[in-house]
T-cell receptor, first 114, second 113 residues
Framework: DQQVKQNSPSLSVQEGRISILNCDYT??????FLWYKKYPAEGPTFLIS?????DKNEDGRFTVFLNKSAKHLSLHIVPSQPGDSAVYFC?????????????FGKGTKLSVIP | EPEVTQTPSHQVTQMGQEVILRCVPI?????FYWYRQILGQKVEFLVS????????KSEIFDDQFSVERPDGSNFTLKIRSTKLEDSAMYFC???????????FGQGTRLTVV
């Protein structure tokens, strides 16, 4: 069962443009969402997170938007840089239910073209 | 910058053998995790560990798996009798008490032949 879905396996964006990565979830218990970036042969690196009490969180070039009614979140990267090329994972946890385990999506491979 | 370190980076073992994967979490972190990623699939939660006991585990984490914190710095995952389907990348992660963000190690690639 895919409780966290990233429907786009890959995305190509021109350098300097906006990258938008999408994520949907089905479990209503999820109340905390995170984005991780992963380079080949490395572990996932934490990027940005958002609690369900917010609808937006911004950190430099990275902004995460949460639409709870649609059970949808997105990660915006502006402007995109070649170094952003990596696999991006959306993850969710149900902290209010006492669970800090992360449920991951399958990932979206972002390629930023110089 | 502090990081989670895992050893070895690659382990090849024969089916039926026991393996121990090792992790050194970030020093002030109190919660420890193991995840795995089978090739081509998503990262899956295995187990979480706090205060010297398992706090959560998934259905993947059956009697063949165990975790231990043998001393103040190491956190280990043992697989008693490896199967071919245990071949995967295993990630250790840790977090502080006051944060929800888990920090991951670089992974151990386990190949069961």
């Amino acid at each position: 069962d895919q409780q966290v879905k990233q429907n786009s396996p890959s995305l190509s964006v021109q350098e300097g443009r906006i990258s938008i990565l999408n994520c949907d979830y089905t479990n209503s218990m999820f109340d905390y969402f995170l984005w991780y970036k992963k380079y080949p042969a490395e572990g996932p690196t934490f990027l940005i997170s958002i609690s369900s009490i917010k609808d937006k969180n911004e950190d430099g070039r990275f902004t995460v938007f949460l639409n709870k009614s649609a059970k949808h979140l997105s990660l915006h990267i502006v402007p995109s840089q070649p170094g952003d090329s990596a696999v991006y994972f959306c993850a969710a946890s149900a902290i209010g239910a006492g669970s800090y385990q992360l449920t991951f999506g399958k990932g979206t491979k972002l390629s930023v073209i110089p | 910058e502090p990081e989670v370190t895992q050893t070895p980076s690659h382990q090849v073992t024969q089916m039926g053998q026991e393996v121990i994967l090792r992790c050194v979490p970030i020093s002030n972190h109190l919660y420890f995790y193991w995840y795995r990623q089978i090739l081509g699939q998503k990262v899956e939660f295995l187990v979480s560990f706090y205060n010297n006991e398992i706090s959560e585990k998934s259905e993947i984490f059956d009697d063949q798996f165990s975790v231990e914190r043998p001393d103040g710095s190491n956190f280990t995952l043992k697989i008693r009798s490896t199967k071919l389907e245990d071949s995967a990348m295993y990630f250790c992660a840790s977090r502080v008490y006051s944060s929800t963000e888990a920090f991951f190690g670089q992974g151990t690639r386990l190949t069961v032949v």
